[in-house]
């Protein structure tokens, strides 16, 4: 098949691209305008000049330094819809994140419609039924990042802070209530059976446990469900319905904060790390609360769900926003810390 030649300003954007000692084709201007993630080629030029706009050309390089041949973009595409931030970009966005929250369903060959709503005896014990079939042929996650580091660390003799909460969010324990809230949210899990979950893996202090079970029950007696303040509150089918009612800006924002936070966080971890570093990152409530459930965001289906829960605190938690933001603060300081010198003098 016959391919079109690249026009005068595509070979001007090649250039500009190389001049950033990196490479693109226009074949790639093709495949990313599709994806939406570069403008169309009559946006490129500056009507006044005539020149590459400056942001095109920034957004190109970028492109040409995260595609990898053979490797999906990913969730990192989504960043650049986000940063569009416009209504197009957010129905993209929209898009991708319901489809995503919705991979267990399609996995296990369930649709959203199949789930059943109500009270009934029925529909409770179908939705039990949906549950089980999500858990079958389910891979375990053994360990999660935290356990990881803390067994390097332990080898290398590094002392790290205890977990302040579970021993692994992804335990099996936990994943197996964790199902049954996604079919059916809090109504189909008993806070008894939800407290004893968690008091199985629990390895954080005893009484704030304790604590959060207090709260719950004093609550109970004002006729107030803190429950009901959960994202999972209403099962997997509350959290498409926040993706479909959310605001455009408002999406764009959250998606845009937590690619950005993610990005961050891997940066630090692969090239800045080291005992004290790791240290403040975990002695923050937002390793457990953030990083250990989903901060962790690598360029896969894996990546694009972490991403996805992440999207859905920053919507649907009070103040966990901000505590992104605040996270982030720390971690772009961390990033610009200076590195320790090497015994020659350098810096690493």
């Given at each position: 098949?016959?391919?079109?030649?690249?026009?005068?300003v595509?070979?001007?954007?090649?250039?500009?691209?190389?001049?950033?000692?990196?490479?693109?084709?226009?074949?790639?201007?093709?495949?990313?305008?599709?994806?939406?993630?570069?403008?169309?080629?009559?946006?490129?030029?500056?009507?006044?000049?005539?020149a590459l706009?400056?942001?095109?050309v920034?957004?190109?390089a970028?492109?040409?330094?995260?595609?990898?041949?053979?490797?999906?973009?990913?969730?990192?595409?989504w960043?650049?819809?986000a940063?569009?931030?416009?209504e197009?970009?957010?129905?993209?966005?929209?898009?991708?994140?319901?489809?995503?929250?919705?991979?267990?369903?399609?996995?296990?060959?369930?649709?959203l419609?199949?789930?059943?709503?109500?009270?009934?005896?029925?529909?409770?014990?179908?939705?039990?039924?949906?549950?089980?079939?999500l858990?079958?042929?389910?891979?375990?996650?053994?360990?999660?990042?935290?356990?990881?580091?803390?067994e390097?660390?332990?080898t290398?003799?590094?002392?790290?802070?205890?977990p302040?909460?579970v021993s692994?969010?992804?335990?099996?324990?936990?994943?197996?209530?964790?199902v049954?809230?996604?079919?059916g949210?809090?109504?189909?899990?008993?806070?008894e059976?939800?407290?004893?979950?968690?008091?199985?893996v629990?390895?954080?202090?005893?009484?704030?446990?304790?604590?959060?079970?207090?709260?719950?029950?004093?609550?109970?007696?004002?006729?107030?469900?803190?429950?009901?303040?959960?994202?999972?509150?209403h099962?997997?089918?509350?959290?498409?319905?926040?993706?479909?009612?959310?605001?455009?800006?408002?999406?764009c924002?959250?998606?845009?904060?937590?690619?950005?936070?993610?990005?961050?966080?891997?940066?630090?971890?692969?090239?800045?790390?080291?005992?004290?570093?790791?240290?403040?990152?975990?002695?923050?409530?937002m390793?457990?609360?953030?990083?250990?459930?989903?901060?962790?965001?690598?360029?896969?289906?894996?990546?694009?769900?972490?991403?996805?829960?992440?999207?859905?605190?920053?919507?649907?938690?009070?103040?966990?926003?901000?505590?992104?933001?605040?996270?982030?603060d720390l971690?772009?300081?961390?990033l610009?810390?200076?590195?320790?010198?090497?015994?020659d003098?350098?810096?690493?």
């Amino acid at each position: 098949m016959t391919r079109t030649p690249p026009t005068t300003v595509e070979l001007a954007l090649i250039a500009e691209v190389s001049c950033c000692g990196l490479t693109a084709t226009h074949h790639q201007f093709e495949r990313w305008r599709a994806k939406r993630w570069l403008a169309p080629a009559d946006q490129w030029t500056d009507p006044a000049t005539g020149a590459l706009r400056y942001d095109i050309v920034h957004r190109a390089a970028w492109l040409a330094a995260l595609s990898r041949p053979g490797r999906a973009m990913s969730w990192i595409g989504w960043t650049f819809w986000a940063i569009d931030d416009t209504e197009q970009s957010a129905a993209l966005l929209r898009q991708a994140l319901i489809r995503t929250v919705q991979l267990p369903l399609r996995q296990a060959g369930i649709t959203l419609a199949q789930i059943p709503q109500g009270d009934s005896d029925t529909a409770f014990e179908a939705r039990q039924d949906l549950a089980e079939r999500l858990l079958q042929g389910r891979r375990a996650i053994g360990r999660d990042l935290d356990g990881l580091l803390r067994e390097h660390a332990a080898t290398a003799g590094i002392a790290l802070p205890e977990p302040g909460t579970v021993s692994n969010p992804f335990d099996a324990t936990l994943i197996r209530v964790g199902v049954r809230l996604l079919t059916g949210g809090m109504a189909d899990v008993s806070p008894e059976e939800l407290t004893d979950a968690w008091r199985s893996v629990w390895t954080g202090p005893p009484e704030q446990l304790d604590r959060i079970t207090a709260a719950h029950l004093a609550a109970d007696e004002t006729g107030t469900d803190l429950r009901a303040l959960s994202p999972l509150a209403h099962g997997l089918p509350g959290l498409v319905r926040a993706f479909e009612q959310a605001d455009a800006h408002l999406l764009c924002e959250a998606v845009h904060a937590c690619t950005k936070a993610s990005s961050t966080l891997m940066k630090l971890l692969m090239e800045r790390a080291d005992a004290e570093m790791l240290a403040e990152l975990m002695t923050d409530p937002m390793w457990e609360q953030w990083v250990r459930a989903g901060g962790i965001a690598p360029a896969s289906r894996l990546g694009e769900a972490a991403i996805t829960m992440s999207t859905v605190q920053y919507l649907l938690v009070p103040d966990w926003a901000e505590d992104l933001y605040r996270y982030q603060d720390l971690m772009d300081r961390l990033l610009a810390a200076p590195t320790a010198p090497t015994p020659d003098g350098c810096p690493v």
